[in-house]
């Protein structure tokens, strides 16, 4: 199960308008490791009132001695917006070690990035590590925003776009370009019909050891996927990250969900949960204290993966987990609701 721990952060750079980055300070005796790709839960309080919320690192564990996450503000959002306005360099934040499979496999040597506005924090971690740390490593970029200020790390892929001419390559795509003369790229949105045009900019995107990694507003998810499953790829090929889930994850209403009781393994005891048809497993653990791991609470981050060894449960969604996690009997707990009444779910 994840830890808890304490940072200090070293620094906040502000990235764009509504962006910032803070660059969190490694612990001094044991390191916290992660893959590329991975995220941090952040424990906040906000009005008095501890709110989790996941956040990629965008830093590299090959290249960085800082943790670092970049937050974006959401529009009317609580979190994202208090540490907008109130972390500085020297405070303190709660967090859990890092978590997720959004990593590239090892045996991707072409990695095609599909990215939009705060979802390229991930990639960028991705970026860093496949060109500084593996020679043999190539990686398209296809960056999507708004205009030419709300690019987020702007000044550093450009470096990179220079420092390793040969194995990394930028398109640029701006919905509203706010330069008459800005040329660097394509105008518009990221759409399946473009394909042409985007191969006329990126060639290698049809090149057969691709590995695409998409991370991105829903839209522009469905976009971009619908491009790379034109191109011939499948599932095996296309590696994806949702922050967040526009429809909300339409919950179950099934005459099969009614109260039950189950038994959650956590931490070396077991506990007997009641779990009501309005809650998920996750909800009926909070409301008894029980420490449970979590973050987003909405099937997207897998931090409440458990695993059901015996009885069968409903989810709300499952898009977070693997075919194969499915077949093993991993739950998102936050997603559960029991069907039968010998449900175990192991959360060690
Ligand atoms: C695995 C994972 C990794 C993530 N990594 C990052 C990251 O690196 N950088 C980053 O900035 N964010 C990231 N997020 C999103 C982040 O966790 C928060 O959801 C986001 O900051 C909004 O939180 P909030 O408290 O400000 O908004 P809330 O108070 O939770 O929501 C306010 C309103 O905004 C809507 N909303 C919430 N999130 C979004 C969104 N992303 N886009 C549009 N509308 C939204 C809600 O439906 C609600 O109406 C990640 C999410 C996940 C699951
Ligand atoms: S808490 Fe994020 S998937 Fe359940």
């Known amino acids: 199960m994840s830890k808890y721990i304490t940072l200090k952060v070293k620094e906040v750079v502000k990235e764009t308008a509504d962006a910032i980055t803070l660059h969190f300070k490694q612990p001094l005796f044991r390191k916290i490791k ?85 979802g390229i924090t991930p990639l960028m971690s991705v970026i860093k590590t496949a060109l500084v740390a593996d020679a043999s490593r190539q990686v398209t970029l296809v960056y999507a925003n708004t205009h030419e200020n709300s690019i987020i790390f702007k000044k550093q892929i450009a470096e990179f776009e220079s420092k390793y001419s040969g194995r990394f390559k930028v398109l640029h795509i701006l919905s509203q370009p706010q330069s008459p003369n800005w040329g660097n790229g394509l105008r518009g949105r990221l759409e399946a019909s473009r394909t042409e045009e985007i191969l006329q900019h990126c060639p290698d995107l049809k090149n057969l050891s691709n590995y695409f990694m998409l991370c991105g507003p829903q839209g522009f998810m469905v976009e971009a996927e619908n491009i790379v499953r034109g191109l011939g790829f499948d599932n095996e090929r296309i590696i994806k990250e949702s922050f967040y889930q526009e429809n909300g994850g339409a919950a179950l209403s ?76 991993y739950v998102l707990t936050c997603q559960a609701h029991p069907l039968t009444d010998d449900v175990v779910i192991d959360m060690n």
């Not at 943790?67 to 405070?91: F, M, P, W």
């Not at 978590?99 to 990035?113: C, D, I, R």
């Open 254 to 329: 099934s005459a099969e969900i009614i109260e039950r009781t189950i038994k959650v393994l956590l931490g070396g005891q077991t506990y007997e949960l009641a779990v009501a048809p309005s809650k998920s497993v996750l909800d009926a653990a909070l409301d008894k204290n029980l420490d449970m791991p979590y973050s987003c609470q909405s099937g997207l981050c897998t931090a409440c993966r458990g695993l059901c060894k015996s009885g069968k449960v409903k989810m709300d969604t499952s898009d977070g987990l693997s075919d194969k996690e499915l077949s093993e009997g």
């Open 34 to 118: 992660y893959k590329p790709g991975q995220f941090l839960t952040l424990i906040v309080p906000v009005n008095g009132q501890s709110q989790r919320r996941s956040y990629s690192l965008c830093s590299s564990p090959s290249t960085d001695d800082t943790l670092a996450v970049t937050v974006k503000r959401v529009k009317g959002g609580s979190v994202s917006n208090y540490l907008n306005d109130n972390i500085q360099e020297g405070d303190k934040i709660d967090l859990m070690e890092p978590m997720g499979s959004f990593t590239p496999p090892e045996a991707a040597k072409n990695l095609v990035l599909f990215g939009a506005g705060s």
